[in-house]
């Protein structure tokens, strides 16, 4: 026997999760809604099945195939135009020459096809309508029958007053092939309102049949959670994929369940799916392929779909989140909120009940959303950040888009240009330089391929080579599932927020030059960089008057790739040196990364017991560091700049230095006393960067030190051979630097801040400051009589931030509240 399935619905009250999907392919326990039909008839003996389909017709198309991977035979029948429940079925007539079943392919059922059959041949129907039972029928079509279960009339969406029947429609029917008579060609035909009133009227036999066995109309939000309630809950006979590890608990293929999890059942974990410690999986949950559920997550009565990323201390509550959704630290989703494909959540979000959020939709961190995203994307993310383009690697950074990235980057190159590119020691950093590599070489674009190098060794290449960029692949520093790729350009700096935005609109266009075969970009790998690099280092400083200091040095290498460069510099510079951490590795670095303080403190230990003239810890990408003294005591980051600058002024009067305008005043104080300058600069990198080569010396606040006739960018090991030349120019000692230092004090604060308002807190800073002096170099920066306050909103995040300085901690921190809290009272 034959049966048609109807899988041509849009499925609109089931939107946001219906946007870009058919309803019928909705995943209902991890299988979607038309599988389950397509099994439940197969086991009913229906091996021959047409399927009409209308809406986003390929998705069913491409899944199914044939049938044959199902155990059946399926065809397809499509209408350009919606027909109607008959109309539709009327489309696939010359497939139907004997009786056949008709059934929704979007309701979630188990009753006895075979016995249904049974009924309506025993009865000699013309045609027959599976009838249920419900509490509320309400909401369905009433039929109601005689004594002898042939159908008297139909009530379609009664009111309460009209409900003489608890019987309903479920859209079941088994018919006859002359029930074509009744259907005109090409029209929109409903079988409940069109076809059966009028086979009644010619006194055709029409039976309800009364079923047993679940029943549910998967039409809306509600009834899609209800109805994995109820697969859960055993009530509804369906096959759920994956081991049962424990009553209730489904484990799905490949899936890695860290054993300090919680899981209390009934959930179900889909294949590949990774549950890590802490994770709180409470019951009526069910999770798709390939999900990965982060630390101390909680999740309850709530689906997520496949690929979705739940991160760390993440709160789910009855809700549905789409296919591959991302969710950053903390956010919270509450009772019947909907989010569709492909949303992004930020850090701290809240959104609250019953709010649908449109596929594609970002949500800002901190955001409070009460009411549904369906046009507008709250403050959507710009890819570029301060780091280049980061994400969480094969969440945000995939192999597709890491290619798609390269391929916008290539064609804003000249076709022919040169791009050096390096890694760090991981894998996903390797797996994403080849995608990279690929990206470039079809725009065009010829590859210097320095493999495993640290950033300023990838910048010394670019700017010493033919290359018209850069770009690098590796972990964010402090997290190991996060990757970042770095763009720079021909002089080794960051690119600037020009080519920055050149890059996103040819994304957003998907505007890339296509080279021809013949004109695909070569790779090459650069032969002696590292010895280039080492060679223009030792020329840089006065190598005999070092060699002379017989400087003794405990480093930390952080397993990074400075191992690799580190050694034969100082080998040069004849250094005794005390190396920890030696080899490039990238499990030891992610290790090393987690115990910063710690090693550092080994460190210092190292310098005093050898009796060694200074330490520093490197980071593994080779770009900042940790200076520790003679004494073996750490310099924080205000002092190790401090301490810097004085001995640049003192080496060479006159200095000129860049300094970001959120750096302490007495920065400028050393400097002028020396007669030398301070140049302030924006707080972004690239910005320190770019005014880097117009002045002597620069730094971060973080630890990053710029040489500008080495090479414009942070550079640790130019800083230790900087370092060591300095000291022994000066013959001072950096025990003797520290003691010398003043001691400042600088306040900060952060103020949630929606984007929109970002404008409007700048503008009410701009009047407070009027009748003031003030440094407009990033945000406004208001002068006191004994320090400043710095108000700048954030480039990333929705977030303004307030630095200030006093002359006491407490009037530090007291001045910059005073500020935070005007923003407050502004924001409301």
Not at 142 to 149: A, E, F, L
Not at 163 to 183: A, K, Q, R, W
Not at 758 to 776: F, H, I
Request: glycine fraction near 10%; include cysteine.
């Amino acid at each position: 026997m034959k049966a048609v399935i109807l899988a041509g619905g849009e499925g609109t009250r089931l939107r946001p999760l219906t946007s870009n999907q058919p309803k019928p392919m909705l995943p209902m326990a991890n299988r979607p809604m038309l599988e389950h039909i397509v099994k439940l008839l197969a086991d009913h003996g229906f091996d021959d099945i047409v399927v009409t389909i209308a809406f986003l017709a390929n998705q069913i198309r491409n899944y199914f195939g044939d049938g044959s991977d199902f155990g059946v035979q399926m065809r397809y029948a499509s209408e350009d135009t919606p027909l109607g429940t008959a109309g539709s079925v009327r489309n696939a007539a010359e497939e139907l020459d004997d009786t056949f079943l008709v059934i929704s392919g979007d309701v979630l059922t188990d009753i006895d096809l075979t016995e249904f059959v049974k009924a309506h041949r025993e009865a000699g129907a013309f045609g027959s309508i599976a009838l249920k039972r419900v509490e509320d029928p309400v909401e369905f079509g009433i039929v109601i029958t005689r004594p002898d279960g042939f159908i008297e009339r139909f009530l379609e969406k009664p009111t309460w007053g009209q409900v003489f029947s608890d019987t309903i429609n479920t859209g079941i029917y088994v018919l006859e092939p002359e029930v074509f008579d009744f259907i005109p060609e090409g029209e929109v035909v409903d079988f409940s309102s069109d076809v059966f009133p009028a086979i009644l009227e010619q006194g055709k036999p029409l039976l309800g049949h009364v079923v047993e066995g679940y029943w549910e109309d998967v039409g809306t939000l509600d009834a899609y959670v209800r109805a994995h309630t109820d697969i859960l809950d055993g009530r509804v006979r369906v096959e759920i994929e994956g081991f049962e590890l424990a009553d209730g608990v489904w484990l799905g293929e490949g899936a890695d369940l860290d054993p300090s999890a919680s899981v209390i059942g009934p959930v179900v974990i889909g294949d590949n799916a990774r549950i890590e410690a802490g994770a709180q999986l409470q019951p009526y949950t069910v999770l798709g392929s390939d999900v990965v559920v982060k630390a101390d997550a909680f999740i309850e009565r709530s689906v997520v779909h496949d690929h979705g990323y739940i991160g760390p201390s993440v709160d789910l509550r009855g809700c549905v989140i789409g296919r591959s959704s991302d969710l950053r630290s903390h956010a919270r989703v509450r009772e019947g909120a909907v989010l569709g494909d492909e949303c992004f959540v930020g850090e701290y979000a809240l959104i609250n009940p019953d709010v649908k959020v449109y596929p594609f939709k970002t949500v800002e961190a901190s955001a409070v959303i009460n009411s549904s995203i369906v046009w507008e994307s709250r403050g959507a993310r710009t890819r570029f950040g301060r780091r280049g383009v980061t994400g969480l690697a094969n969440v945000d950074i995939t192999p597709e888009q890491a290619v798609r990235l390269a391929m916008a980057y290539g064609s804003a190159l000249k076709k022919g240009s040169t791009v050096t590119t390096s890694r760090d020691t991981s894998r996903v950093a390797r797996a994403l330089k080849r995608s990279i590599i690929g990206g470039l070489n079809l725009t065009g674009v010829t590859v210097d391929d320095v493999e495993l190098a640290t950033v300023p060794l990838t910048r010394f290449q670019v700017k010493n080579s033919l290359a018209q960029g850069g770009i690098t692949v590796r972990l964010v520093p402090g997290d190991p599932n996060s990757v970042s790729i770095r763009f720079f350009e021909a002089d080794g700096r960051d690119i600037d927020e020009g080519i920055q935005r050149k890059i996103e609109r040819l994304l957003s266009r998907e505007d890339f030059r296509r080279a021809f075969a013949g004109d695909i970009g070569d790779i090459r790998f650069p032969p002696r960089a590292l010895e280039f690099y080492t060679s223009a280092l030792e020329g840089s400083v006065d190598g005999d008057r070092v060699r002379d200091a017989a400087f003794k040095v405990v480093l930390d290498y952080s397993h990074g790739a400075v191992s690799l460069v580190m050694p034969s510099v100082l080998a040069k510079l004849g250094a005794d040196v005390l190396a920890v951490n030696p080899f490039a590795s990238t499990a030891s670095a992610t290790a090393a990364a987690d115990d910063l303080q710690i090693r550092t403190r080994r460190i210092g230990d190292l310098v005093r017991s050898s009796g060694s003239h200074l330490g520093m810890v490197l980071d593994a990408d080779g770009e900042t560091a940790v200076i520790i003294d003679d004494t073996g005591k750490a310099f924080d980051a205000v002092d190790a700049l401090l301490g810097l600058v004085t001995l640049v002024v003192e080496a060479q009067p006159g200095a000129r230095i860049a300094l970001p305008v959120s750096v302490t005043q007495a920065a400028a104080h050393i400097a002028e006393a020396r007669g030398g300058e301070i140049v302030w600069t924006k707080l972004s990198d690239a910005h320190i960067m770019e005014v880097a080569s117009t002045v002597d010396f620069a730094a971060s606040t973080d630890g990053g030190f710029i040489w500008p006739t080495f090479l414009p960018a942070y550079d640790a090991t130019v800083t230790l051979v900087k370092l060591l030349d300095l000291l022994a120019t000066t013959g001072r000692s950096l025990s003797g630097i520290r003691a010398g230092l003043p001691t400042v004090h600088v306040a900060r604060e952060e103020v949630p801040t929606p984007w929109e308002k970002k404008g409007a807190v700048m503008r009410e800073m701009m009047e407070l400051a009027t009748g003031r002096d003030v440094v407009l170099v990033d945000g406004v920066k208001m002068l006191h009589p004994d320090g400043w306050a710095l108000v700048v909103p954030d480039p990333e995040s929705p977030v303004t931030h307030v630095y200030a300085e006093a002359g006491t901690e407490h009037e530090a921190r007291q001045r910059a509240q005073e500020y935070a809290t005007r923003i407050h009272h502004m924001l409301g």
